[in-house]
């Protein structure tokens, strides 16, 4: 029989002084995804706190470091602290882990136990990012791409899971991969205006060639329309793939949401494609009652 899930008020105070500060750090750094949690029922939301801040921590590290070699030894710090964590689970034992708030957390929550090989997966695809090797193809490109998001996806239904959400596991892959494509696509035109002036932005040849222009005319009147025209191919594979995940909706209400959101993201995007270089598009959160007209749809 399986054990009751343990409600949130005896939950939160064990996490109490590390939960406040992660939330507000989701809550800054990734304001849509926080809203998005919002969605989810209020048992799970620590759980799924922590590992959007452990899912922050990942994406954080390759632009922290001065070189990669000191990035992979942050990633494997990180590899021995799960298996830490996880030893501390299995065996039962009264142990601390490694002093930090995402691991105070992740170790005071009750979390279920297929979540650990994501939480290796998520630290993994993250690492491959300190040595970048631009995809010539377009296939190329979405297939790596897409890795950094499907084990959090992952992850979420996990923890749904194991507060008995229903959920279809024949459509899960087939809803999880093209929306895990489309939001590669969606960050990476987000984080375009901020990647470009330091050359750090990885985008297939196929596109490039398809556009007319390169990184290397950054700053050119000719580059700002090849990208404008970039930009635009990618928002509309973008759509695309959201339309393939929209034929296999599954029940989780947190990735509902994410999608939604992600449609949000999406058509802003191409009203504003041909500013996204001239004038930063930093996203807000758009407002609830547009994510829940659109995750309603």
Known sequence: MKAEEPSIDTVIPKA??????????????????FLCLQKAPKAIRPKLIALHAFHLEMLEIPTKVSEAALGHMRFQWWHDALHQLEEI???????????HDILSTLHALPLPTGIWPFLHEMTDAHAHRLDPVAASSFSGFIQTGSAYFLPLYQAIIQIENDAETASDPVSQNDFLCPMAQAEWLISQ???????????????????????????????????ETGFTSLAQEMLNH????????????????????RYAALQWQRRFLSKNSTTLLTRPLLLNPPPLALILKIWRS
């Open 189 to 223: 035109l987000i984080s375009a205006p901020l990647l470009l002036p330091k050359n750090r932005i990885i985008l297939p040849a196929e596109l490039w060639q398809k556009a007319g222009t390169s990184p290397d005319s950054y700053g050119s009147q000719t580059f």
């Open 238 to 257: 973008a759509s695309d793939y959201l339309q393939e995940a929209a034929r296999h909706p599954l029940q989780s209400h947190a990735l509902r949401a």
């Open 89 to 99: 689970r299995h065996t039962k034992t009264i142990a601390a882990p490694k002093r």
């Open 16 to 33: 109490l002084p590390f939960l406040g500060v992660i939330t507000q750090r989701v809550k800054r750094d990734d304001p849509i995804s």
